[in-house]
């Protein structure tokens, strides 16, 4: 396997793995959406031009794209990117053009799900996040997720960060317990719309 930098190429695969991994997700936001991968499309493209060499990709052994981490130095940057940038703008006028295939109701309840996901961040001050991360289910329990959380702790580390928070969800034991593994413990719960989250914290 190898994990790189995600680049244009690996972006339709990547929001590819998002919808396999995390269908509760999506279906709880926007059951039976066509058009939901244009969405996450945006999203992450969004995440490869403002996090560059934190978004990483794992290639298997035929060159397949079977995962992703996007491991953020800064979040803030992100928010600063997407408003000088003119994408929000954009991400309206597409909405608004029914681009996206979301009606009024799911932009409101995204929206919303978004604020519980800003006061998670307003509470983690200066550090480092793992914003994403995922392996295609098919490719699972091959060593995948622990090289690319890896790779993207070795990422961090390299920026200066000394901290690095994440949020899952708590009865996903086969992620606590890889969290686990490198470090992270538990400091905390959140919560947005489908549920509870467990904020876990390490010292990189």
């Given at each position: 396997?190898?994990?790189?930098?995600?680049?244009?190429?690996?972006?339709?695969?990547?929001?590819?793995i998002?919808?396999?991994?995390?269908?509760?997700?999506?279906?709880?936001?926007?059951?039976?959406?066509?058009?939901?991968?244009?969405?996450?499309?945006d999203?992450?493209?969004l995440?490869?031009?403002?996090?560059?060499?934190?978004?990483?990709?794992?290639?298997?052994?035929?060159?397949?794209?079977?995962?992703?981490?996007v491991?953020?130095?800064?979040?803030?940057?992100?928010?600063?990117?997407?408003?000088?940038?003119?994408?929000?703008?954009?991400?309206?006028?597409?909405?608004?053009?029914?681009?996206?295939?979301?009606?009024?109701?799911?932009?409101?309840?995204?929206l919303?799900?978004?604020?519980?996901?800003?006061?998670?961040?307003?509470?983690?001050?200066?550090?480092?996040?793992?914003?994403?991360?995922?392996?295609?289910?098919?490719?699972?329990?091959?060593?995948?997720?622990?090289?690319l959380?890896?790779a993207?702790?070795?990422?961090?580390?390299?920026?200066?960060?000394?901290?690095?928070?994440?949020?899952?969800?708590?009865?996903?034991?086969?992620?606590?317990?890889?969290?686990?593994?490198?470090?992270?413990?538990?400091?905390?719960?959140?919560?947005?719309?489908?549920?509870?989250?467990?904020?876990?914290?390490?010292?990189?």
């Open positions: 396997m190898r994990i790189t930098k995600c680049k244009d190429q690996h972006l339709l695969r990547v929001t590819e998002f919808q396999l991994a995390f269908k509760e997700s999506i279906d709880f936001f926007a059951p039976g959406n066509p058009r939901i991968g244009a969405v996450l499309l999203i992450f493209s995440l490869a031009q403002t996090f560059g060499e934190g978004f990483l990709v794992l290639e298997d052994e035929a060159g397949q794209v079977q995962g992703y981490i491991a953020a130095e800064n979040v803030k940057r992100l928010w600063r990117y997407a408003f000088r940038s003119g994408l929000l703008c954009r991400w309206l006028g597409n909405w608004m053009g029914g681009q996206y295939g979301i009606g009024l109701t799911t932009a409101a309840r995204i919303l799900n978004k604020l519980c996901y800003l006061r998670f961040e307003a509470a983690s001050g200066s550090a480092a996040q793992i914003l994403s991360v995922a392996v295609d289910p098919a490719a699972q329990g091959k060593g995948y997720g622990r090289a959380v890896e993207g702790l070795k990422h961090l580390k390299a920026t200066g960060a000394k901290r690095v928070k994440l949020e899952v969800r708590p009865n996903n034991a086969a992620a606590v317990n890889l969290y686990t593994h490198f470090g992270f413990a538990p400091m905390g719960k959140a919560r947005d719309l489908q549920g509870e989250w467990l904020v876990m914290q390490a010292h990189l």
